[in-house]
């Protein structure tokens, strides 16, 4: 019940600040939509990105003990499901060249770990848990580094984690670096 309440309070925390902070933004500087920051949609991702950050710095990090991944693994599950049923799957079609840019974007990808990797000499597990801690989240990425070695589950976990939230940030400024490259 305790994680059910702090993600539920965190959610709310989060909505309450987005109703506000988005309009203020829409009313006082209505040419900053352009970076979605008058939407509030962005708000409530990186308000409630922000407070759990910051409450991992506290007594509250305790609450994995009692099971807290496996309640946000069944919450990205159902989040995943939701975005499935809305999906179009023959919209595809629509667009091929969307699949040139993701392979380009697949390559940077493993490029840029195997480059990292060779200058910090990092072992292959960490390439391959951080590829896919990045690519499928938290959802696969302990599945991978419990493949190596049980014991490394919880490594999995962290490094999906701490790429959810930079991901938060770094995605919006990808997509600002977009709209700037973009005609």
Known sequence: MRVLAIGFGITGIAHLGADTIAPAIKNAAPELARFSLTSGFFWLIVISTTIAIL???????????????????????????????????????????????????????????????????????????????????????????????PSLAPVGVLLAVMGYAIGTYGAWLCGILMQVVSP
Request: glycine residues 8%; without cysteine.
């Open 55 to 149: 409450l991992s710095f506290t007594k509250l990090r305790e609450i994995e003990g009692v099971g807290a991944s496996r309640i946000g693994s069944v919450f990205i599950y159902i989040l995943v499901a939701t975005i499935g049923m809305k999906m179009d799957i023959l919209s595809i079609f629509d667009n091929p060249s969307l699949f040139i840019i993701g392979l380009i974007w697949m390559t940077i990808h493993a490029i840029l770990l195997i480059i990292v990797a060779k200058i910090i000499k990092a072992p292959f597990f960490f390439l391959a848990v951080g590829s896919k801690a990045n690519v499928g989240g938290a959802a696969s990425a302990p599945i991978l580094a419990s493949a190596f070695h």
